[in-house]
């Protein structure tokens, strides 16, 4: 009788377990925003240098101040660090964001806590299927290599497979996207007044975000035609 009486207990806690808790962090999709995917823009504090969209829908930005997480939908700060070394590179882990300062140094930003400490891990990878060299941004889909002529000098370059799509900044301040299929301009934006450092993909949203040198950040809905692979 005891043992079932547990059973039933245990059954039951599993049963009122929230979904979120048995839901893998990877199948949760960030909440959708009350406009839409509509352009967005917000000035910075300081000069942005990088961008990236956190697996919680976040956008994490590079400054010249630290590091800083924004709302998606409000563009209101909700986190980050302040440092005053700067935030010259950006790579997430989780709600950890990884840098390089001014000086070169190393730092980890944790996001839940706002709290900076020294990084001892080796710096990322490069990316291995997009990159920039001597200006010029790559790409590498399956039929090889191939150059996305950006309208000046290539400062930033970023994919979103499941669109098939690729991103770039320059240093015109103009953001690009382009078809990885076949290489063509699929839209273009004349987003920053100069430098246009960092570009990322909120492919929930469908939207492409970007940085620029000067100090704002801009977020653009991606064109209808932009759609998800089969």
């Known amino acids: 009788m005891a043992r079932a009486l547990a059973a039933s207990v245990v059954a039951l806690a599993c049963a009122c377990e929230p979904v979120a808790a048995r839901t893998p962090a990877a199948a949760r999709r960030p909440p959708a925003c009350a406009e839409g995917a509509a352009d967005r823009s917000l000035v910075l504090p300081s000069r942005a240098f990088a961008v990236a969209v956190a697996d919680d829908g976040r956008y994490v930005l590079a400054l010249g101040s ?6 998606p939908c409000t563009l209101d700060r909700v986190g980050g660090c302040d440092d005053p070394g700067e935030a010259r590179s950006l790579a997430l882990d989780g709600a950890v964001a990884r840098y390089a ?15 900076v400490s020294v990084d001892g891990a080796p710096p990322p990878a490069a990316r291995g ?3 920039v060299e001597a200006g010029v941004a790559w790409i590498r889909p399956p039929a090889g290599p191939r150059r996305l002529p950006t309208p000046a000098e290539a400062l930033d370059v970023t994919l979103a497979p499941a669109l ?8 015109a301040g103009v953001v690009s996207l382009w078809s990885t299929r076949d290489g063509t301009l699929v ?44």
Request: proline fraction near 7%; charge should be positive; glycine fraction near 10%.
């Open 66 to 71: 630290g590091v800083a997480a924004v709302d």
């Open 129 to 131: 299927d997009a990159w």
């Open 164 to 171: 098939a799509l690729a991103a770039t900044g320059d240093r």
């Open 101 to 115: 300062r001014r000086d070169g140094a190393r730092a980890r930003c944790d996001l839940r806590t706002g709290v």
């Open 187 to 230: 839209a273009r934006w004349p987003a920053h007044p100069r430098n246009a450092y960092g570009v990322a993909f909120d492919v929930a949203r469908r939207r492409v975000v970007s940085v620029s040198g000067p100090g704002k950040l801009n977020v653009h809905a991606l064109p209808e035609r932009a759609e998800v692979n089969p």
